[in-house]
């Protein structure tokens, strides 16, 4: 950042998370990302630093070890003068969320992480004049818990993402039940890869938004926000599936629009990214690959059809290996926690180790290294406790991650400028892949994750449960009356 040429009227409102916001430039691919803090809570200049450059080594040493030279940015930390960053503040001000704003944006430090903007190619460093389409998914959680440490058997059944579903509508956090299931998009199998993307579509929530030439186009993350319009969004994504404009509009043009979406995404998730080190994670111990829930599952089972398990992700793609990562919670949070606990009593006693114990960094190549130890044989020591700590950590930030799909349509003279290339039933598109939102989960919010774990399986299983059990007992005895006649032949 060249400190004299700061124009904060170069930057516009991108978007911002619970303890981020990011502005983006509107000529180079670039954004900056804040922190951002409660009103009444402090930091230095210096913990605010460290904390960014926590984030840069994190994403350096471990992620993109894990995922993939080319799919993980880590960008840099950077010093802005603090008047640019006090009028960004007041500009942006107006174009944030209500909800949001119960965090303020750090225009104390003058310190802020410069990446890459995601949602355009990541071949190019200025922005480019052709149009460029991004879709951003957040696929949550890919499995069900496979470890022997669960006491409650409806988590080897239904997975998180699904229980979860009914406590967020309960709390009014969503209007209505989504029908995506994580089990269905990290399958392999198309037909329920098709399936997930549509569901994510038609109720988005937090889990998917598109976005043309860097500008928000569908989908948003608060609560009670309207539904989304197909029409609207096939409107925007013509141009880039049928450039030659020879499909007529009304509902047939935009189910086609959509269908031609959905496979193009399909095709790029399951494509080959780069190499990361994620062979060193063995595939492990599964759990059931079909939820319960899932509604794709469920329309089969009524139909007396069986769903199709899976075809398995190809190991070069970045599902697989996001997977892989995820899998690192290998107990599940109830073997997790008492192992939490006993790191917790060692740190009561001797408070001074904890820096030595790496539990807030460095992050580094020997962090790393402690990650690949995916024996779950409990020696009762410290070591082997923290190792799962730390394990579980890197897993939740995976299964909490976010995919950005940047497409764009190919020129017709250029043959060698893209690598990777996607072709639609119309055209060919250009395409990058890249992973956000890998900041390490907080080793404090253990306990919380602890806590809701038990809240989201008891609610789903006082409510949905036990409602479905009702049905079923309801259908043994309307049918109690019926009379078995048997002839003898």
């Given at each position: 950042?060249?400190e004299?040429k700061?124009d904060?009227?170069e930057w516009g409102?991108?978007g911002?998370?619970?303890k981020?916001?990011?502005?983006a430039?509107?000529q180079?691919c670039v954004?900056?990302r804040?922190l951002?803090?409660?009103?009444?809570?402090k930091?230095?200049?210096?913990?605010?630093?460290q904390?960014?450059?926590?984030?840069?080594?994190?994403?350096?040493?471990?992620?993109?070890e894990?995922?993939g030279?080319?799919?993980?940015?880590c960008g840099e930390?950077?010093q802005?003068?603090?008047?640019?960053?006090?009028?960004?503040c007041?500009?942006?001000?107006s174009?944030?969320?209500?909800?949001?704003?119960d965090?303020?944006?750090?225009?104390?430090?003058?310190y802020?992480?410069c990446?890459?903007?995601?949602?355009?190619?990541?071949?190019y460093?200025?922005?480019?004049?052709?149009?460029i389409l991004c879709?951003?998914i957040k696929p949550?959680?890919?499995f069900i818990?496979?470890s022997s440490?669960v006491?409650?058997g409806?988590?080897?059944?239904?997975c998180r993402?699904?229980m979860?579903?009914?406590l967020?509508?309960?709390?009014?956090?969503?209007k209505?039940?989504?029908?995506?299931?994580?089990?269905d998009?990290?399958?392999g199998?198309k037909?329920?890869?098709h399936f997930?993307?549509?569901s994510l579509l038609?109720?988005?929530?937090n889990n998917?938004?598109?976005f043309?030439?860097?500008?928000?186009?569908?989908?948003c993350g608060?609560?009670?926000?309207p539904a989304a319009?197909w029409?609207?969004l096939?409107h925007?994504?013509?141009p880039?599936?049928?450039p030659s404009n020879?499909?007529?509009?009304g509902?047939?043009?935009t189910?086609a629009?959509?269908?031609?979406?959905?496979?193009v995404?399909t095709r790029?998730l399951?494509?080959?990214?780069?190499?990361?080190r994620?062979?060193?994670?063995?595939p492990g111990?599964?759990?059931?690959h079909?939820c319960?829930?899932?509604?794709f599952?469920?329309s089969?089972h009524?139909?007396?059809k069986?769903?199709?398990e899976?075809?398995g992700l190809?190991?070069?793609?970045?599902?697989?290996?996001?997977?892989?990562?995820?899998?690192?919670?290998?107990l599940d949070i109830?073997?997790?926690y008492p192992?939490?606990?006993?790191v917790?009593r060692?740190l009561?006693?001797?408070?001074e180790?904890?820096?030595m114990l790496?539990?807030?960094?460095?992050y580094?190549?020997a962090?790393?290294?402690k990650l690949l130890?995916?024996s779950?044989?409990d020696d009762?020591t410290?070591a082997?406790a923290?190792?799962?700590v730390?394990q579980?950590?890197v897993?939740?930030?995976?299964k909490?991650c976010?995919i950005?799909?940047?497409?764009?349509p190919?020129?017709?003279?250029?043959s060698?400028?893209?690598?990777l290339?996607?072709p639609s039933?119309?055209s060919?598109?250009?395409?990058s892949?890249?992973?956000?939102d890998?900041?390490?989960?907080?080793y404090e919010?253990?306990?919380?994750q602890?806590?809701l774990?038990a809240k989201i399986?008891?609610y789903?299983s006082?409510?949905?449960h036990?409602k479905?059990?009702?049905?079923m007992?309801t259908?043994?005895?309307e049918?109690?009356?019926c009379?078995?006649?048997l002839?003898?032949?």
């Amino acid at each position: 950042m060249e400190e004299e040429k700061m124009d904060e009227n170069e930057w516009g409102y991108h978007g911002e998370g619970n303890k981020s916001l990011v502005v983006a430039h509107a000529q180079r691919c670039v954004v900056l990302r804040f922190l951002k803090f409660p009103p009444n809570r402090k930091k230095t200049s210096e913990e605010i630093f460290q904390h960014l450059q926590d984030i840069v080594d994190f994403g350096k040493n471990v992620m993109k070890e894990f995922l993939g030279e080319n799919c993980v940015h880590c960008g840099e930390v950077v010093q802005l003068p603090l008047e640019f960053v006090k009028q960004l503040c007041l500009k942006i001000q107006s174009e944030r969320p209500e909800s949001r704003c119960d965090k303020d944006l750090d225009t104390l430090s003058g310190y802020a992480m410069c990446l890459p903007n995601l949602t355009r190619l990541q071949t190019y460093r200025i922005a480019e004049h052709r149009p460029i389409l991004c879709v951003e998914i957040k696929p949550k959680c890919g499995f069900i818990p496979f470890s022997s440490s669960v006491t409650h058997g409806m988590k080897h059944k239904v997975c998180r993402y699904c229980m979860h579903q009914h406590l967020k509508v309960a709390t009014g956090k969503w209007k209505q039940i989504s029908e995506y299931c994580p089990l269905d998009l990290f399958s392999g199998n198309k037909q329920r890869m098709h399936f997930a993307l549509k569901s994510l579509l038609q109720e988005s929530q937090n889990n998917l938004k598109i976005f043309k030439n860097g500008e928000l186009i569908y989908g948003c993350g608060d609560a009670q926000s309207p539904a989304a319009d197909w029409r609207e969004l096939a409107h925007h994504l013509k141009p880039f599936f049928f450039p030659s404009n020879g499909l007529a509009g009304g509902a047939h043009c935009t189910r086609a629009v959509i269908r031609e979406l959905v496979h193009v995404i399909t095709r790029v998730l399951l494509s080959s990214s780069d190499k990361g080190r994620v062979g060193a994670l063995r595939p492990g111990p599964r759990g059931p690959h079909v939820c319960e829930a899932s509604p794709f599952s469920r329309s089969l089972h009524r139909q007396g059809k069986n769903t199709p398990e899976r075809s398995g992700l190809p190991k070069g793609c970045l599902l697989y290996k996001t997977l892989q990562v995820q899998m690192l919670d290998l107990l599940d949070i109830e073997g997790l926690y008492p192992l939490y606990n006993r790191v917790e009593r060692y740190l009561e006693e001797f408070p001074e180790e904890r820096k030595m114990l790496q539990i807030d960094g460095p992050y580094d190549e020997a962090f790393y290294q402690k990650l690949l130890d995916l024996s779950t044989e409990d020696d009762g020591t410290v070591a082997f406790a923290l190792t799962k700590v730390q394990q579980y950590r890197v897993a939740m930030t995976a299964k909490d991650c976010s995919i950005m799909i940047a497409l764009s349509p190919c020129l017709q003279d250029a043959s060698s400028d893209q690598k990777l290339i996607v072709p639609s039933s119309r055209s060919r598109l250009a395409f990058s892949v890249s992973v956000l939102d890998l900041d390490l989960k907080p080793y404090e919010s253990i306990p919380h994750q602890y806590k809701l774990d038990a809240k989201i399986v008891n609610y789903y299983s006082k409510t949905v449960h036990a409602k479905d059990d009702t049905v079923m007992s309801t259908r043994f005895k309307e049918s109690e009356d019926c009379t078995l006649v048997l002839h003898k032949v």
